[in-house]
């Protein structure tokens, strides 16, 4: 995995060596020799890691990291800062900041290019993310805004321990943070006890490699895939800890633990989750926006398209109908029933088709209802029972306190043999559709090539 990393020291002796260190892996390196440099490059280049050295004149690492997380244009650059500093307040002033990360003087290679990968996949899942909630924002309306996220609400954690007593002193320290610490100590436990309520996964490295094994099956599957992970391992564990970075574990820290650090990096964790599934449900209420039509719920012509896209190999009718005279209603009564009417004759169309027929809100006042592995006669019925349920009762319109009655037409067209296309189909069930207004609405007309008379209705839905 190639990467950008900016390189910020005011040692031009450490900047060559870490610069000779990740070139050898292949990344490409960017460096900077003063904070306000660094800040300017990473404005203007957007590198996928920082590495920040913390004692720096004028400006130290602490400050560029500050000033990087309050600039939205660099907030989501991962900062690791580089120290010869060791002490817990040092690692939790920089947390505090918005750092990462800490790796101390002299670097350890495997540690450096361990979080090196990890954290630039971390920030490639977010810009995939942010770019996903600027569709978003492309469909949202001022009625349907984004979650708010909520970062005072304590977290459900798992907690993965062989070690009975090394647990209990964990969920002691994380107590603060947690509405519920869930112990595990082996894998199938963790498994069991993993429910979709959970925010975080604390691991502690064992000699049997539990915690490793867990992370990985956490990655392989799909409904944990992102949830993120922090190591706990003693301090000559380096190589156990880089490969846990490897596999997917988004943190780690070393014994003994500092609680405050530890609460730190918790809370950070815990609210990137919720950054994430925020940006991941807004993503899921933009196709929602972007595949359903606002009033009546139902799919709309977009999806509709695609959706005969992958039926035009199999046997298909379609059900083309649309209101009778709703411009008359629009001016009698307004738009608001109007509007009381459309959605209605969405719900009734539902309720008197199969659960696997599509129904979708074509534009206007004009429906589509697509039936798979009907023939005509068959859909016909159904579109006549569809017709006498819209006629037989009145559509309720609350905002006028009256019944509204209303009728349509309906054109039904099948699939061809073959060289039939999505375009040609619904062309001919507008055909139809035009056919039955022009016989005097009210009524359903199948659409036939010349010559070829109406097929009768089927005897019995199916």
């Known amino acids: ?4 990393v900016l390189v910020v020291d005011d040692v031009e002796v450490n900047i060559k060596l870490l610069e000779a260190k990740l ?3 292949y990344f490409n390196v960017l460096s900077a020799n003063s904070g306000q440099l660094a800040l300017e490059i990473a404005e203007r280049e ?12 004028g400006m130290d690492g602490f400050e560029v990291c500050r000033r990087l997380k309050a600039n939205p244009l660099t907030a989501d650059i991962p900062v690791v800062m580089v120290t010869a500093l060791s002490d817990a307040s040092d690692r939790l002033q920089g947390l505090e900041a918005g750092a990462d990360d800490f790796l101390t003087k002299p670097v350890n290679d495997i540690a450096l290019f361990a979080r090196v990968r990890s954290l630039v996949r971390l920030k490639r899942m977010m810009e995939e993310w942010r770019l996903r909630e600027e569709v978003y924002g492309k469909f949202a309306t001022a ?3 984004g979650s708010e996220i909520d970062n005072k609400r304590p977290a459900r954690i798992l907690l993965f321990e062989e070690n009975p007593i090394i647990a209990a002193q964990i969920s002691k320290l994380v107590e603060p943070l947690a509405s519920e610490v869930i112990l595990a100590r082996d894998v199938a ?5 993993l429910d979709s309520e959970v925010e975080l996964v604390i691991a502690g ?8 094994r867990f992370v990985s099956q956490l990655r392989a599957l799909e409904a944990t895939r992102l949830l993120p992970v922090v190591l706990i391992a003693d301090e000559d564990e380096v190589a156990r800890v880089a490969k846990g970075l490897d596999i997917g574990a988004n943190d780690y820290l070393l014994r003994p633990l500092d609680r405050n650090e530890l609460i730190a990096r918790v809370r950070s964790q815990v609210r990137r989750k919720r950054v994430q599934d925020r940006l991941r449900e807004n993503y899921q209420r933009s196709l929602s926006l972007a595949l359903t039509d606002g009033l009546t719920g139902l799919y709309n012509r977009r999806y509709l398209s695609a ?3 992958g039926l035009m190999a199999r046997s298909a009718s379609v059900l083309m109908f649309d209101i009778d005279f709703f411009k008359k209603v629009n001016d009698t009564f307004g738009h608001g029933a109007g509007d009381e009417v459309l959605i209605e004759v969405a719900a009734r169309t539902q309720r008197n088709v199969r659960g696997f027929d599509l129904v979708a809100r074509y534009g206007g006042e004009e429906f589509v209802v697509v039936m798979p592995e009907t023939d005509l006669p068959i859909a016909l019925n159904v579109a006549e029972r569809l017709r006498r349920t819209i006629e037989e009762q009145a559509v309720g319109a ?7 009655p209303i009728t349509i037409s309906v054109g039904v067209a099948e699939t061809l043999a073959e060289g039939d296309t999505t375009v040609a189909l619904l062309k001919r069930a507008d055909e139809a559709l035009y056919a039955a207004k022009h016989k005097g609405r009210n009524c359903v007309v199948a659409w036939m090539p010349e010559g070829q008379t109406q097929p009768e209705p089927a005897a019995k839905d199916e």
């Open 1 to 4: 995995m190639t990467a950008r």
């Open 23 to 25: 070139t050898s892996e």
């Open 46 to 57: 957007r590198p996928d890691v920082a590495l920040l050295d913390v004692m720096m004149p």
């Open 143 to 145: 009625d349907q805004p």
């Open 189 to 193: 436990e963790g498994q069991a006890k």
């Open 205 to 212: 490295l064992s000699e049997s490699d539990g915690a490793l």
């Open 307 to 309: 959706h005969l896209d």
């Open 398 to 404: 609350p905002s006028v306190g009256q019944n509204i």
